[in-house]
Every structure is written in C-alpha cells, then in structure tokens.
C-alpha cells in the first residue's frame, strides 16, 4: 500500500508532474513490446502522465491503463483521450488477463513488506507465459525522497531473490545510470521477467 504522504504529492501535483517535459522510454518500451503477440493486452500500473501508455496505443496494442491517483488519471485522459481506472496496485484482481504488465517507475513506491504481496496479483493479472516489466531506483534501505515521496530503494540481489522466490521464469534485471522528477542522478534498475 503506498503510503499516503507519495499520494498526497501526485494528488496535488498532478498537472505539474504529468505535462512535465517527459519522452516515453521508447527503448524500453519497444523491447517490451517485442515480446507480446500483435494487439496484446497489456495493463499498465501507474500510468502517470499517459505517455508510455499512448506510445503502446499508437504501436496497436490494447491497453487498460491504471493510477493511484485520481488527479493523475484525469491527466492521463486528456493525453490518451480514454479512461483510466483509478485502482491502487493492491487491488488488482484480474486473473489471467493480460499479456503483459508494464510498470514504469510505479512499484517503487510500494513498501518493501508489501511488495511479495503485489508481485503476486501481478502473475495472477498475467496470462501464462506473459511478460513483466517494472523499474525501481537502486539503493539499499527504504526512505524518501526531497518530495517526502516513499521509495523501497532495492538492490539488484534482493529483487532477484524476490522475484525468484516468487516463481517468476527469466528473471532479468539491468542497472543503468538515469534522472528523475527530483532532477537528481538516480541509479536505476529495469526488470523483466515472465509468468
């Protein structure tokens, strides 16, 4: 469950944070995409902006895109002109659904004593074989961030073992150096794996 004070700052910086100066990771997103069956459903968890979420649209895929945020899903609509459920990752209950799940800089925000819990509604919400991307800023303790936002900071050794533990297949996990709203270095780690 994300904690409310990482709420309270999307709530009351939606418009701010979602028509920033943002690309889609189109990198990324293409080799995610590389892995689905033409016109695959895929659901996105924490859509922020809409932006990644337009970019799959424009490839031909079919996508339910989610946020915590309500003020954040309205953002998102006038971008991807669509509703956005507003759904908190823990109360995901699809079963079987998708192809795919895509979670660009949204699970990092989950509690660490929470996370084994949402992994799993994340391969109940895959169809078997189905294909997880997810990133997270590196670190090795829980904190917060300048914005009072909540971060798990994982390694790249506890994800994998987490993730593992969790039966997920082809478990990948790649570090690269990047930024983030804060304008910060940030060391990144993007994750792929399957159902």
Not at 18 to 27: F, H, V
Not at 57 to 82: C, Y
Not at 131 to 142: I, L, N, P
Request: charged share 30%.
């Amino acid at each position: 469950m994300i904690r409310d004070d990482t709420s309270a700052f999307y709530n009351d910086n939606a418009e701010t944070y979602a028509t920033r100066d943002r690309k889609p990771p189109t990198t990324r997103l293409d080799a995610f995409l590389a892995d689905l069956p033409e016109q695959a459903r895929i659901l996105e968890l924490g859509c922020g902006g809409g932006q990644d979420c337009a970019y799959m649209l424009s490839k031909g895929f079919d996508v339910t895109p989610t946020d915590g945020s309500a003020e954040l899903a309205r953002q998102a609509e006038k971008l991807i002109d669509r509703t956005v459920k507003v759904m908190r990752f823990e109360e995901l209950s699809a079963r079987e659904e998708f192809d795919g799940v895509w979670a660009e800089a949204s699970l990092l925000h989950v509690p660490r004593a929470d996370l084994p819990g949402i992994l799993t509604l994340i391969r109940n919400a895959l169809k078997h074989g189905g294909v997880f991307h997810a990133s997270f800023k590196a670190g090795t303790a829980e904190g917060q961030d300048d914005f009072g936002r909540y971060y798990n900071y994982p390694s790249r050794e506890w994800l994998q073992e987490l993730l593992v533990a969790g039966g997920w297949k082809d478990v990948s996990i790649r570090e690269a150096d990047g930024g983030g709203y804060d304008g910060k270095p940030t060391r990144w780690l993007y994750l792929g794996a399957l159902k």
